[in-house]
């Protein structure tokens, strides 16, 4: 394998920490800046949103400079946004740098997983993307974890400070290593947005949408819910975390082996209908740890086992468009941890109750369900020339 595409999974590591450890240190952002749980959680709202709509508008009006270039900008600019944070005197402060940070991290994965398929030989292609995709898996399960440990110790502004150092060092390896990487053809928006005329395409996205938004309703305040509902020390809230992640990285393998074996289409209902389930029992297990701990594992898993399914399906229905589609399911997994995060603040702060909390992200993905079986009785409608 390319070294090179090494240095792009370190880069990739470093952004996708600023997007995920906030759900984990979440109460102490909170006390800090003196706001309550619910509006800290917007952190997590603003960033996915402005993530999901800067990724496809950056990545099309930067098309004509040059790959490298760009890439070493962008991530000066997400290293400025960290220390925004760390300086930051209030919470408006650390609502801008989140936004500085989103941009930036929208349009630093989509040019690492492009440049990565430019770099390798063809037949490497998969696996040189396989490993972008890794970083990301690594963020979520070493992370938040450790990055929990870090703010207990030296607080949490410091954890954005070495995340800023980690985008600095990934500069300087990229500098240093990286070749100029010529500009490629990329679509109009416009032409793109004509995809989403295919109303097949557009409940398949919706689907993924809804799924996400139910799933952060809860875990966007997965710390406080550990914290309140079982009693755990930062110790065990970390360790829950570990586990959750090892559980959903390999959901991702699940989902992948389930379409494999039942076809996409029933393992998207499968997935989707049982997430529906877990979602609404996860706050009656929390009588018993060991039993919460299951249901936390199985909760994690599908979490992330509708991705694979749902690509395939996309791929199968119209391939001719499914670059586009993917890159439009990727914004929908966004706004839909914008969404989760913003249901899931709003029902907390009225309600205080982290199983009503449960029960609406439940709730949300009984939508999912719904906008899968529209989609999948949709009839096919081929490419954006066709429409």
Not at 44 to 58: M, N, Q, W
Not at 147 to 164: D, E, K, N, P, Y
Not at 330 to 341: D, E, K, R, T, V
């Amino acid at each position: 394998m390319n070294f090179r595409v090494f240095i792009l999974a370190i880069s990739v590591i470093s952004v996708g920490l600023v997007e995920l450890i906030v759900g984990g240190i979440l109460p102490t952002i909170a006390a800090d800046l003196g706001v309550s749980i619910g509006q800290a959680g917007q952190l997590i709202t603003v960033f996915a949103l402005v993530y999901a709509i800067s990724g496809p508008v950056l990545y099309t009006l930067t098309a004509n400079i040059e790959r490298k270039k760009l890439l070493l900008l962008t991530m000066g600019l997400f290293v400025l946004g960290n220390v925004i944070t760390y300086l930051s005197p209030s919470f408006l402060f650390v609502m801008i740098a989140r936004v500085i940070t989103a941009m930036s991290t929208a349009l630093i994965i989509v040019l690492c997983l492009t440049i990565a398929a430019k770099i390798v030989q063809p037949q490497h292609r998969a696996r040189a993307i396989g490993l972008i995709y890794m970083g990301i898996s690594s963020a979520l399960v070493f992370g938040v974890p450790i990055g929990i440990q870090i703010s207990a110790v030296f607080g949490w502004r410091m954890l954005f400070l070495f995340i800023g150092l980690l985008g600095l060092l990934s500069m300087l390896l990229i500098a240093f290593t990286l070749g100029r990487i010529e500009v490629e053809q990329v679509q109009s928006l416009k032409s793109q947005l004509k995809a989403l005329r295919n109303k097949k395409m557009l409940t398949a996205h919706l689907t993924m949408l809804f799924l996400l938004a139910g799933h952060y309703t809860i875990y966007a305040y997965f710390t406080p819910f550990l914290e309140t509902e079982l009693g755990l020390n930062t110790q065990w809230v970390s360790i829950c975390y570990f586990i959750f992640g090892i559980a959903a990285v390999g959901g991702g393998a699940f989902g992948g082996s389930l379409a494999d074996k039942f076809g996409s289409k029933v393992s998207i209902i499968l997935v989707v209908a049982s997430f529906a389930v877990i979602l609404f029992v996860l706050p009656f297990s929390t009588a018993s740890f060991p039993l919460f701990l299951v249901v936390m594992v199985i909760w994690a898993a599908l979490s992330w086992s509708l991705a694979p399914p749902l690509q395939n399906y996309i791929v199968e229905t119209d391939s001719e468009t499914s670059g586009i589609h993917q890159s439009f399911n990727n914004s929908a997994l966004q706004i839909g941890i914008s969404l989760g995060s913003l249901v899931g603040g709003v029902v907390n702060e009225a309600t205080s109750s982290m199983q009503t909390t449960a029960h609406a992200g439940s709730l949300l993905v009984i939508f999912s369900l719904a906008f899968a079986v529209w989609s999948l009785r949709s009839p096919v409608r081929k490419t954006i020339q066709n429409q």
